[in-house]
Nanobody, 118 residues
Framework: QVQLVESGGGLVQAGGSLRLSCAAS????????MGWYRQAPGQQRELVAV???????TYADSVKGRFTISRDNDKNRVYLQMNSLKSEDTAVYYC????????????WGQGTQVTVSS
């Protein structure tokens, strides 16, 4: 089994910064994609930023230029540096680990709350 443990959420004023961390442990194998999704109250869960084990990165348009995803493949960790936070960034942020194709898998963390006050 695989576990994802997130940390780093909290309350911050608009314009501030936060850094989220996610550590994955367990039977992780092959090339995969690791990253962050978020879900605001009454909204669907949406992709924020993901990075493949090969280094390809995808960002939501709403966070480009403000958020930076990084990843340590050896330690199975992923980070999200969030700068210039806005009230609309308020959501529960979930860490995600997925592998597509042969022997696929998908795992989610428990979520960490990010609240941006205006």
């Amino acid at each position: 089994q695989v576990q994802l443990v997130e940390s780093g959420g909290g309350l911050v004023q608009a314009g501030g910064s936060l850094r989220l961390s996610c550590a994955a442990s367990g039977n992780i194998f092959g090339s995969n994609r690791m990253g962050w999704y978020r879900q605001a109250p009454g909204q669907q869960r949406e992709l924020v930023a993901v990075r493949t084990s090969g280094g390809t990165t995808t960002y939501a348009d709403s966070v480009k230029g403000r958020f930076t995803i990084s990843r340590d493949n050896d330690k199975n960790r992923v980070y999200l540096q969030m700068n210039s936070l806005k009230s609309e960034d308020t959501a529960v942020y979930y860490c995600n680990l997925e592998r597509y194709g042969t022997m696929s898998y998908a795992y989610w963390g428990q979520g960490t709350q990010v609240t941006v006050s205006s």
